[in-house]
């Protein structure tokens, strides 16, 4: 990590462009050229004067804009580590030899932009220096024929000579323009970065890198690596060749973590904020297969999936045909053999494991979704309404397998945060979703849950139903245990509190901490009961220093505790009771005489009530469990109460 700092964040438009397409060092050439680095690091690659694994590289345009450079293998060997560059991508360079013209790895890897819908991209023809005019405008007609049908398709093609460096000023004017017109990446959603590299700096540990996206990441903040879960904290940052105290989405950034050590972390891995984004299983998605795929895709075929930096094996369930065939597309479930960290809109690649090679891809439709059944209408219903439905309808999509936090809706709905809160306003006002919680402060900040209102009537009928049949069953209890109601709700408890808080609010229930009861219920004691409860408090008040048991006038333990719940009698045992009128005129005399004396006996306390050593006995170990008093040896001192 380099020693000088910048406080000030890269605020500059930042693009990561992927260069590919070519075997040999002339790729890596041009980029040293253009950026003065070279992305070749290991001994390996300048010793076969090949480009193996990722590099990286950084330069700042003549008008001012920041680009990130991946330099990806481009021999059809080391596919699979070209494909852990390419998320993230704002743009392409894709580079023919104007010695060679496009080789079989150019269609791939054009294969593969295309498929990851890349949103921008030119072609750089190189070592121009080296054929004759004629030969060089050939190449040029091949390359443009070879790119029809694809995302270059009118992508600016421009010979270049690294050697020589003519071209390269009309390189950077190309480069200059293609960037210009890109939107700016927007700060939205929480952090994440694929690890698309990890090394360890003497002196300062582990060292991850990628390209972030989504929001910034700054030093002291706490991360999550997933899917391990993970831990770590950022102790340092760098961009661009510069530390900083704060990365932007669409950098290219290292991250000196502490906390985990190098072993822990690998290629592939994605590092977050902790707890928004759960590893998954599983995916729904649509899967597009190439025209050159050898065979169609059938069920349960095996094939490896790159996402982000990941390469996974999986299994793939087609969900509305017997098969896709090659040029086709179809919707998918794919179910992975380890998990991963993904979420809606993630562009993948999928390839076939053996020979190796690239037949498909596609868009992340939903990344933690319920075991499908094949050919379901309702499956594909969803999956359409995901994919292309208006705001609104993916807004409510999003909400059918239950409460979300608005920052989830946003995410599994493609929209940013305000567009979210708008219709979720719109939505609220037409009766079709709630915000949960006691009241409408807040109530469109990122972490409020929001919920259908079918469901969310469901169930708070189904809640309030059992606490009717409750109050039914035991008329002479408060209320009924709330964590006893969740679990036969089978509710998340963050979800359970906020819907008993709606429930409250509404004045429906009533919550008295560990139980909650109907509003207005009041425990009601028949005539016989009433009767009974009358001649046992008066003879508690006859015998206030020995009081009967309970069980001499045939009191149970619902009476009991009815009684003591309406602050009649005081249970200080499991069988003795004292008035509540008594005990409190006892406890006040207590403390009077501790504080008079500093301490009491349980002797002094028994001769001074004209009590027995049992009811005395237990009357002091109920003060100290309440904390009025503390025991120390023989004597009571005053508590903490």
Known sequence: MNDQISTQPIERHTFVVGTAGHVDHGKSTLVRRLTGVDPDRLQEEKAREMTIDLGFAWLELPGGLAVSVIDVPGHERFIKNMLAGVGGLDAAMLVVAADEGPMPQTVEHLAILDLLNIPAGLVVVTKAD????????????????????????????VPVSASTGKGIDTLLVSLQRLLSDLPRRAVSGEARLPVDRVFSVSGFGTVVTGTLLGSTVEIGQELEILPSMLRARVRGLQSHGERVERALPGSRTAINLTGVDRDTVQRGDVLTVPGWLKPTMMMDAGLRLVTAAPQPLVQNDAVDVFVGASETPAHVTLLDSESIEPGSEGWVQIRFERPLALFEGDQFIVRQASPSLTIGGGKVTNAHPRRHRRFRDEVIRDL??????????????????GPLELRAITEAAGLDLDEAREIALELVSAGEVEILGSDTEGALMPGRLV????????????????????????????????????????????????????????????????????AGHQMTLSPPQQALAEKFLRALETSQSAPPSPVEFGIDAELLGALAEQGQLVRVSDSVVFSAEYLERVKDETLEMIGEHGEITLAQFRDHFGSSRKYAQAVLEYFDQQRLTRRVGDVRVRGSG
């Open 384 to 401: 359409e309404t995901r994919e292309s439905g208006s705001t609104h309808e993916r807004f409510a999509q999003a909400l059918i397998d």
């Open 130 to 157: 080296l054929v004759d005019d004629d030969w060089l405008e050939l190449i040029v007609e091949e390359t443009r024929e070879t790119l029809i049908g694809t995302v270059l398709a009118d992508a600016d093609i």
């Open 451 to 518: 919920m259908r209102s079918q469901d969310l009537a469901r169930v708070t009928g189904s809640i309030v139903a059992l606490i009717v049949d409750f109050h039914a069953r035991f008329p002479l209890r408060k209320g009924m245990a709330r964590e006893e109601i969740r679990s036969r709700m089978s509710l998340a408890v963050r979800v359970f509190d906020a819907v008993i808080q709606t429930l409250v609010s509404s004045g429906k229930l009533r919550d008295h901490g560990s139980v909650l009861a109907i």
